[in-house]
């Protein structure tokens, strides 16, 4: 069987306006859920979690994050880094201050967190747009960071200046601090990536995402029909934080487990993100996936094709590495600046018709 | 009650809305000076006049772009303070703008619905758990936006993202977006502008049919003076933000200075 809408009839707007409205992408995406939460799991090692897997999705939660501020709302923000810091300083305090706590109620309440600082630096938004609103989110950035480094309450005072993520468990099994398996670390962050797709998906299919996508595309429009331009911008940078701080919380807790904050979210962590959203395609879904898949996977590939194929010395390899994402991002800006989730809808378009193309 | 029925059956009420003594000054410059006049509920109002002659800004300061720094503005005969635009669109006022102002990154139907963004009443919550109330919501919406499309004649392109689509359509669209909003007074800003005479029909049908269906109270600008003296029901003449006159298509007609407003006239 292969991409059919024909004879695909739909009766009822719910059917109409469903998630995967042709039968194939349906039954695509529920095979490719089952892989995910069934099959991957037991097949999963260190390696592929630590490389592949569990980055993919860490990313996918920020790059959805800023995917709702920048693609669907259209304010740029580079301060995605910053906010991913206050998710994991906030699930570090609430982790060790309240040892008890469920670590998924922590993980939320970091998100929560986050959506509040993130709505504090979202206020200049109000007034100043495009180009002038990214270097002002820059300066949260750079605030952020520095915040975390300045003052040791935040590290709890540790020598080092480093926060480490203590040992939690849930049903008897650790799922974070070094003893949490490749399989627990991996089911922790799909089960949070699933849910959080969905709330992704759900909010911007709906009044509030038309709202959102209303202020990007024409602001003065979006006014006369009843959007507070207010409510509308500040609602986008607290879901985006939410999702970032979510990340962030993911990306210290479970992938790293200790992490200097310089280090570990400076402004090419932010920039990583803005390249995963445009590479991806703004205002996608889909988008944000395959953007943050991409930029994942390519440089383990072309470190595995390079270092373990050609057996290239492996800074050559890492320097190639620059360039060719250079490249390819400059590529995507020029040939499809919607990034991959248009060139997806155009194959999807062409195989609507194939193989009888008139 | 002052209802009067005009010579094509329709009823025509009260006073909706009341611009008085309306000034509107951009620094030194006078656009709109000390101008009144009313709008009846269930009619077509034009308001023409040459370039430069202070109509859109009058739009304008109904919407709420604009705040006018003498005289007063009566809705529903209440007073109106100083409103944000998105205040006063959920009073009940929708407008299109003379070049086109769509959303361009969505599809014909996902612009509409934008349209109903004051009658949804969903909470972020219920957006995201998108159970229940969320849902049902999005579809009852859908369906009274569906109406409109029928009403529109634009079925065919209900999926199409709107930049693809042609001048007089996106034009279309954007009316069907001001009419999902339910709106007691309708401000149409050169709804003709820049089309060919059929297209131009087609909107004349679709403006007198919501007039006449939804009983919709429709202010209009336009250029094209046959199109105004045929469909509006009293018309006001601006120019150099100065009001020359106000009435029937007849008396505006033969009104002198109107004449020399549009023709010109000997300085000596």
């Known amino acids: 069987m292969y991409y059919r809408e024909a004879g695909d009839f739909k009766t009822s707007y719910r059917k109409d306006q469903q998630n995967f409205p042709i039968r194939f992408d349906r039954v695509h995406f529920w095979t490719m859920m089952v892989l995910a939460f069934a099959v991957i799991p037991f097949f999963i090692n260190d390696y592929w979690a630590n490389a592949v897997f569990v980055p993919f999705l860490i990313y996918a939660i920020a790059t959805l994050g800023l995917n709702i501020l920048t693609g669907y709302c259209g304010q740029v923000s580079l301060g995605s880094a910053g906010f991913m810091a206050v998710g994991a300083y906030a699930s570090y305090k609430l982790m060790t201050s309240f040892p008890d706590l469920n670590f998924f109620v922590i993980v939320v309440l970091s998100g929560a967190i986050t959506a509040l600082v993130g709505t504090a630096f979202g206020l200049p938004s109000l007034r100043i747009k495009g180009f002038y609103l990214a270097v002002a989110t820059l300066a949260a950035q750079f605030f952020l960071v520095w915040l975390f480094n300045k003052v040791p309450w935040f590290y709890n005072n540790s020598a080092s200046g480093q926060i480490s993520v203590p040992r939690r468990d849930m049903f008897g099994i650790a799922i974070t601090g070094p003893e949490a398996s490749a399989a627990t670390k991996y089911l922790v962050c799909l089960a949070i990536v699933f849910v959080l797709g969905f709330i992704a998906r759900n909010l911007t299919r709906g009044r509030i995402g038309r709202s959102w996508m209303a202020i990007r595309d024409m602001d003065f429009a979006a006014e006369i029909i009843g959007v507070d331009p207010l409510r509308a911008k500040l609602s986008a940078f607290a879901i985006s934080s939410f999702f970032i701080g979510i990340a962030g919380s993911l990306f210290f807790t479970i992938y790293l487990g200790a992490v200097e904050v310089g280090e570990a979210f400076g402004i090419e962590r932010s920039f990583l993100i803005l390249f995963m959203v445009i590479i991806g395609g703004l205002g996608s879904i889909y988008g944000s996936f395959a953007g943050a898949a991409f930029l994942v996977l390519m440089p383990v590939l072309l470190k595995n094709a390079l270092v373990g194929g050609l057996g290239w010395p492996s800074d050559v390899a890492a320097h190639l590495e620059f360039m060719i994402m250079g490249a390819l991002i400059i590529f995507f800006l020029i040939v499809e600046p919607h990034g991959l989730a248009r060139l997806w809808a155009v194959t999807k378009q062409k195989l609507r018709l194939w193989p009888f193309p008139y | ?268």
């Open chain 2, 1 to 268: 009650m002052t209802s009067t029925v005009t010579p094509d059956g329709r009823t025509i009420g009260d006073v909706l809305l009341e611009v008085k003594n309306i000034t509107l000054r951009f620094g030194g410059v006078e656009a709109i000076k000390n101008i009144s006049f009313d709008v009846r509920e269930g009619e077509i109002r034009a308001i023409i006049g040459p370039n430069g002659a202070g109509k859109s800004s009058m739009l304008n300061v109904i919407n709420g772009f604009y705040h006018p720094q003498e005289g007063e503005i009566f809705f529903h005969g209440r007073k109106r303070n100083a409103m944000k635009p998105s205040q006063i669109a959920r009073q009940g006022i929708a407008r299109t703008f003379q070049n086109i102002a769509l959303f361009k990154g969505m599809n014909t139907l996902d612009n509409i619905m934008t349209g109903c963004f004051t009658h949804m009443k969903t909470s972020l919550l219920e957006q995201a758990i998108w159970w229940g109330r969320a849902e049902r919501e999005e579809y009852v919406y859908r369906e009274k936006v569906e109406h409109i499309i029928d009403f529109l004649e634009i079925q065919a392109i209900r999926k199409t993202p709107v930049g693809a689509l042609p001048y007089g359509l996106q034009k279309r669209v954007e009316l069907a977006r001001a009419l999902a909003a339910e709106p007691k007074l309708l401000l149409l800003d050169e709804p003709m502008a820049g089309m060919n005479v059929e297209e131009k029909e087609d909107m004349c049908r679709f403006i007198l049919d919501v007039n006449a269906e939804f009983g919709t109270t429709t202010v209009l600008i336009e250029h094209d003076m046959g199109v105004v003296m045929d469909i509006s029901d009293r018309v006001v003449v601006l120019d150099y933000g100065r009001k020359i006159g106000d009435g029937v298509p007849d008396e505006v007609r033969s009104n002198q200075e109107v004449i020399d407003a549009y023709l010109g006239v000997a300085h000596d």
